[in-house]
């Protein structure tokens, strides 16, 4: 009876009792975790394995056993399990809020110095709670010998305590976070680590490591901020004789066709004298600054040449009289089934033009002015399917032709850009039509050619497989 009615004997039934249900509700809990590829399951691990356990010991030697609270072997206890609660409060605050955050979100740009700042004064917290219950230890006069020694240390570690406040105050303020493109007076690159001394720079030719303090005391640019209004202003040289709209016109085009454009802008092309053009292009990233500008630069090389342009006040003597002779003779008259004086008739009609890699031949819902005849190189015909992505129709080579559609005045339904440099010999449509029109059996082979192109085309809008 004297059992009974002791608290003991219930405390000791209830933690025997209770011990088991709760290691196998966590043990469940934590498997179902692990299904579901949650981050709590090291927090659960935790608790099942070491909180749990060291709670109901306590509970035994407190209450069953009637120690008192203040023995020594209690204080450990206790202590120790205040230490596994701040280590469970840490990490289970860091998972639930900072590794599972969206990638675009706030928590995810947080810098890290910030967190480490977090913790450091939950953790101090909660020291300062388990000196001061479990120890009895009086927190003002500890908090006055770690204010004295915090000064100590100050004063010996002056330049490494001023990078890290100048890091703090910098950072409060925001002025980038991280993925940010920033431009300093030594590195120009993508921000992907703030700690407590330094900002990581990722440039192209490697990491740069930029302390706090000289950041923070010397201006930089946010290429990031505000988002989306990166442009890349790119100067080039022409011809005193070169008419400036037609350069203009020229560099616009170019740029627009430009696969690091930023959707919904267009470029703009300025002459600011002495024979200099500046083209501002709307990029999405600073990320595509490199690229971007390679390209332009490759493309307007061919492009200039085209239209009769001097880029850098450049002469271009490639379409010889010998290069489009023989040309003639390789490769359009045997498509357009020509005799030795319908060749002769079209050399002064006819000149060889060179396209860039990944440069655009042609346009959907373009009428060609010509016909255009493939010397050397590769253009693939694409078209763009209901959903937006762009669908392959068919790769012509070394002696095929485009452009059918010149002879018909008609738009193209297909797009064409080089595979790789493109030599090829264009002709205008005036000085064909009359040649195409006295052979019967050419034009029913080009009506054929246009239909299969045709066909293809319309079969890749319905979502057809095109081989």
Known sequence: MNMFSSAWFYWAVGVGLGLPVVIVLLTEVQHTLVRRRSRLVRQVGLVRNYMVPLGALLLLIVKATQVPAHDTVVRILTTLFGFLVLVLLVSALNATLFESAPQDSWRK???VIFLDVARFAVIGVGLAVILSYIWGVRIAGVFTA?????????LMLQNSVGQIVSGLFMLFEQPFRIDDWLDT??????????????????????MRITPNAVLASTPFTNLSRPPGTYKLAITTIFSNDDPPDQVCSLLSRVASALPQLKPGTEPKSVPLGNLEYRTTIGLTSPADDGAAKATFLRWIWYAARREGLHLDEADDDFSTPERVRDAVRRVVAPALRLNETDQQSLLPRARIVRYGTDEVVEYAGQVPAGMTFLISGRVRLTTTAPDGSVVPISTLNEGSFLGVTALTRQPNLASAYALDEVTAVVIERDHLEHLVMREPLLLQDLGHILEERQSKVRRSGRGERIS
């Open 109 to 111: 740009r947080l810098p």
């Open 146 to 154: 770690v204010g004295v020694t915090s000064v100590v240390i100050g």
């Open 185 to 206: 007076n030594t590195a120009r690159g993508r921000v992907v680590e703030v700690n407590w001394r330094a900002v990581h720079i990722a440039t192209g030719g490697g």
